[in-house]
């Protein structure tokens, strides 16, 4: 196979090379057995032999791997010729880094918080409900829900498979080290089911733990879990002190869920403790306060259109029995929980693009004054017959030589395993699905100007004058 003779290369050179001298000394042998002096015997068989090192450059053709030994030879002719010029092979190397690391990095981050979906069951049909303020009142984005509104939309919606709500809090942990104060959410029961996530040890809250004032019921974020309570599989059943009242803990989230809705309730951090709602729903006045945050499942084939103008419907009563100018509309939640970021990354984005863009251009520049440098080698190549593929080729090599050499550099900047995970954990704590920020992806190396220059390069020589 082609791969094993790449790998036993040298194995089969030395071979060949026996075979040939085999060969030869067959055809001396021949010549003295039918009278023929020594002397004459080996001038003979050489001149009716022929060039042995044509026979083994057409031998390797037919092994099927010349072109990439070939490919090698020329790579390592561009490494020699990068060690005779240390100050050219600085330069190129060090401005690639800074363009391809800037992009590297801004584009992970984009990655990890826009181009990811929500690490939820179907993401995409999952939805936040809004308020869509009149344009008189001059606000410039869309208000929270009212807990009335969202029990008629839980009770009669059609459009929706789940439909959620929830508001943050901040509650006090006792006991259990030094007192601390956490944010929390106060959910409706089937928040979790919702987003389509279960806890990893114990159960999810009940239908008849919701409304009730002391219902005593707590869910822990497996990082308070870990940090409080020493990844205990005991918590789950253990009552605990929590802002002077004693809860039940009955479930641990899974390890891998972020759920940073400090976003949606004014907090910038995510929250650690989940506690069913107090409140009754279907007791709060349909011209209350909007100050609760509502997350919808829809059902497969359903639209965010399709539903909003449910929901608009479902209010229509209120509408009328209480003068309200509420209008519904639905904002995926992808797009919701990274809007602050989306307008700064992008931008971001951009920058660092016209950066490598910059840094393209004047490696370009480079490697045409140092090949125009090179006219001289470039004129005896072709004199001797070189074809234009080797001629392309050569080109190619002295460009994927610093390429490597960049790759090999950021290589060893990337292995500090403690700035990628401290990266990791800042990005966690900021940004919803951004776990994946870890993973270092590699953008693609800017091969449309590349080409240009080596096409131009590779002309230029052609052109050339001996």
Known sequence: MLWKRLLARHKLDRELDEEVRAHFRMAVED??????????????????????????????????WATLERLGQDLKYSLRQMRRSPGFAAVAVLTLALGLGATTTIFTIVNGVLLQTLAYREPGRLYVVENIPPARAGLTRNLPVNARHFHEWRTHCQSCQDISLFQGANLTLLGHGE?????????SYNFFRTLGVQPAIGRDFLPDEEGTPNSGELIL??????????????AVGRTILVS?????????????????????VGSPAPPLIFRPSPRNFARETPDGNLNFTSVVRLKPRVGGD?????????????????KLETRIGLTPLLQEV????????????????????IVCVNIGNLMLVRTASRYREAGVRLALGASSSSRRRWCWSASAALRDSHWHMRACVCSSRELLWRFRDWMRSTWIGASSASRLWRPPSPPLFAASFRRGVSRASSRMSL
């Open 179 to 187: 007192p601390v104060r956490l944010p929390a959410l106060e959910v």
């Open 31 to 64: 010549r003295i057995q039918r009278g023929e002096s020594r002397q004459d015997a080996e001038r003979n068989a050489s001149r009716e032999f022929g060039n042995a090192l044509l026979v083994r450059e057409v031998t390797r053709d037919m092994w099927g």
């Open 306 to 322: 399709q539903a909003a103008a449910e929901l608009n419907g479902l209010l229509a009563d209120f509408v009328r029995q209480y």
């Open 244 to 264: 002077g009242e004693r809860y039940l803990v009955v479930g641990i989230m899974p390890r891998n869920l972020h759920l940073p809705w400090g976003a949606f």
């Open 221 to 234: 974020t497996d990082e308070l879990w870990r940090s409080r309570f020493n990844g205990d599989p005991s």
């Open 338 to 357: 990274t809007r602050k970021d989306r307008a700064p990354l992008l931008l971001l984005l951009s920058a660092v693009g016209a950066v490598l863009l």
